[in-house]
């Protein structure tokens, strides 16, 4: 089955809204990043975050490695911000092999 | 910030054919990674490396081979392409495994006719 899910599928907000994206994953994860990526365009990483709490600009995430779940909350979205948000876990098996969720497909309105 | 590089962006080619899909990145990263990128399963690992002469197998390899010739340059090659490997492919780089930034290319769009 799927090892990382996310939700929801896609989102639509009015600019100044706040955005909450779910990730759950199924195995163990010993490293966890979000990313972002432009509609046609390549991935950038926007945080790692194994456990506990992040910040950065805009975006916090949040991490329960027990319950196997992260969230991104994106605060004051902008027309910007649009695109598609992926979830990594890095599953730590002996090899490096980062699986990725779906994703969610953000579109913030004007 | 790291540099990835992907060559061709875009590539049409009909069943049977040869492809060649050329990744360069130009900062010493040891890791690198093709991936395919297809509506409803996100991006799934074909390969990845983790230096010159190294290459280990992905989560969906079959169909593609791949080679790393030096530390900058990591190669995918379909040798008898078919439709099912029209997707969308990245490259990726990483200094070191084990939860590193992922660094990625802008993707090539490969068409198989």
């Known amino acids: 089955g799927q090892q990382v899910q996310q939700s929801p599928a896609s989102l639509v907000l009015q600019e100044g809204e706040n955005a909450e994206l779910q990730c759950n994953f199924s195995s163990t994860a010993t490293q966890l990043q979000w990313f972002y990526q432009s509609p046609g365009g390549s991935l950038v990483s926007l945080l790692s975050?194994?456990?506990g709490t992040k910040h950065t600009g805009r975006l916090t995430s949040t991490t329960v490695t027990k319950e196997r779940r992260s969230s991104l909350h994106i605060s004051s979205s902008q027309t910007t911000d649009s695109g598609t948000y992926l979830c990594?876990?890095?599953?730590?098996?002996?090899?490096?092999?980062?699986?990725f969720g779906s994703g969610t497909r953000l579109l913030v309105s004007p | 910030e790291a540099a990835v590089t992907q060559s061709p962006r875009n590539k049409v080619t009909v069943t049977g054919g040869n492809v060649t899909l050329s990744c360069r990145q130009t900062n010493s990263h040891n890791y690198m990674y093709w991936y395919r990128q297809d509506t409803g399963h996100g991006l799934r690992l074909i390969h990845y490396s983790y230096g010159a002469g190294n290459l280990q197998i992905g989560d969906v390899p079959d169909g593609y081979k791949a080679t790393r010739t030096t530390q900058e340059d990591f190669f995918l090659l379909l040798e008898l392409a078919s439709p099912s490997q029209t997707s969308l492919y990245f490259c990726?780089?990483?200094?070191?495994?084990?939860?590193?930034?992922?660094?990625f290319g802008h993707g090539t769009k490969l068409s198989v006719l």
């Open positions: 990594a876990i890095d599953r730590g098996t002996g090899g490096y092999k980062v699986v």
């Open positions: 990726a780089s990483s200094e070191r495994q084990g939860g590193e930034r992922l660094f």
């Open positions: 975050n194994p456990s």
